[in-house]
C-alpha cells in the first residue's frame, strides 16, 4: 500500500520561499508520476506541478516560473521549491502518486501541508 506523508509547509510573508518534500512508502516509486496539488478554502483542488517517471515537468501558469518540481527516486521523495510567493498561494498543499497498474489508473494522496503567505 502506497503512503504519501508530506512535510515542509509553514508561514512566510510575500516573496518568501519554502520547499516542500514529500516521501513515499510502498513500490513503484520511480515508475509512477509525483504531483503537487493543493486547495485553498471554499475551492477546488488544483494541480500545481507534476513530474513524470522521466522527470518531464508542468505546471500550472499561475506558478510557472516561481515554482519547481523536482524528485529524488533513490530517496522516494519528491519536492516543491516554492519562491517569490503571493498571498494567492494560500492553500493546503497535497503530494500525489498517479499509479497505473492492472489497465487503471490509481490516485494516491498525502495528508497535506499548509502554506500560509501573509501580505
Known amino acids: 500500500q502506497v503512503q504519501l506523508v508530506e512535510s515542509g509547509g509553514g508561514s512566510v510573508q510575500t516573496g518568501g520561499s519554502l520547499r516542500l518534500s514529500c516521501v513515499a512508502s510502498g513500490g513503484g516509486f520511480g515508475l509512477n508520476t509525483m504531483g503537487w496539488y493543493r486547495q485553498a478554502p471554499g475551492k477546488q483542488r488544483e494541480l500545481v506541478a507534476t513530474?513524470?517517471?522521466?522527470?518531464?515537468?508542468n505546471y500550472a501558469d499561475s506558478v510557472k516560473g516561481r515554482f519547481a518540481i523536482s524528485r529524488d527516486n533513490a530517496k522516494k521523495s519528491v519536492y516543491l521549491q516554492m519562491s517569490s510567493l503571493k498571498p494567492e498561494d494560500t492553500a493546503v498543499y497535497f503530494c500525489?502518486?498517479?499509479?497505473?497498474?492492472?489497465?487503471?489508473?490509481?490516485?494516491?494522496w498525502g495528508q497535506g501541508t499548509q502554506v500560509t503567505v501573509s501580505s
Open positions: 500525489n502518486m498517479a499509479q497505473f497498474s492492472g489497465g487503471r489508473w490509481t490516485d494516491y
Open positions: 513530474i513524470t517517471a522521466g522527470f518531464s515537468t
